[in-house]
């Protein structure tokens, strides 16, 4: 299948007192219909950076896209206008996050959000938009959608209102779907019956998803392949089955001996060392060389690049590549 997302070389940097900081550097991966791709790293990753930077919702931040291609449909997202950019925000790609009360105006009823949304991307008439409404609340299993239609977000239990953002993600049948934490700030019985929902819209719908999560389990659950990102670059990808059997970078191995039981909720990983490097303090080579159990001297001095060591299975770390055999040789190649 052609991507219908593809991300080349990603790099957002952020400029503040302490100098230029590079949030995200070297992100690439792709995402095709009807696949789900999970990207997974601590908080401080970059990868809710990499969405940011997607939906071009950097204008809050002081971050800036400095390199790198983002092609929708083959359309470079970092090159278009804001005018053209607005059309594919919320129409082509929609966004979730993890707490909808950020993204859903508490003033305004759920009905009339919903509708605004529908009648500004696809130019629905209002009676016809109060029905697509309608059954969208249904379509993300809302039992009694015209009693809905009248509540403020307040009103809602925290499993309703992200039922509602996904309706409202939904309602323009976007091509890609990214969905930032979805379920982390819900109860566990309510996150299965979130990712349900989003499993069975997307296998109606053909969308394809973006999924950025800290949570293993969510990737084992709902995944086609992933990306695993640390300090800003992206440090392995394969298939979820891959990933799970046989994890070849250190910090992966690390991520899976730490997911959490079923039913316990971890905050944090614990049980790797140390914790994710400052970006404007990052080491000179691999930036997980602080917390690696395997770091050689090479680690330190130069960051391994991001190659594919299997078919479908790429890693940025030493132990798959050929270390340099000589200094000159290491100064004598650029990154
Ligand atoms: Fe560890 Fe070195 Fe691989 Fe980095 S490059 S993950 S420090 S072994
Ligand atoms: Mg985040």
Redesign the pocket.
Known sequence: DQPVLKVNNLQTYFTSDAGVVKAVDGVSFEVSKGETLGIVGESGSGKSVTSLSIMRLLKDTPGRIADGEILYEGRDLVKISENDMRKIRGNDIAMIFQEPMTSLNPVFKIGRQLEEAIILHLKFSKKEARERSIEMLTSVGISRPEKIVHEFPHQLSGGMRQRVMIAMAMACNPKVLIADEPTTALDVTIQAQILDLMRNLTKTTDTAILLITHDLGVVAEMCDRVVVMYGGRA?EESDVLSIFANPK???TQGLLASIPKIGERLDRLQSIPGNVPIPSRMPE????????????D???EK??EYKEVITNHSV??????EVPQDESELVGSTQ
């Open positions: 440090v970078h250190p910090y080579g691999c930036k997980f060389a602080p917390r690696c159990p395997h770091a050689m090479i680690c330190w960051e391994p940025r770390c030493w132990l798959h590549e």
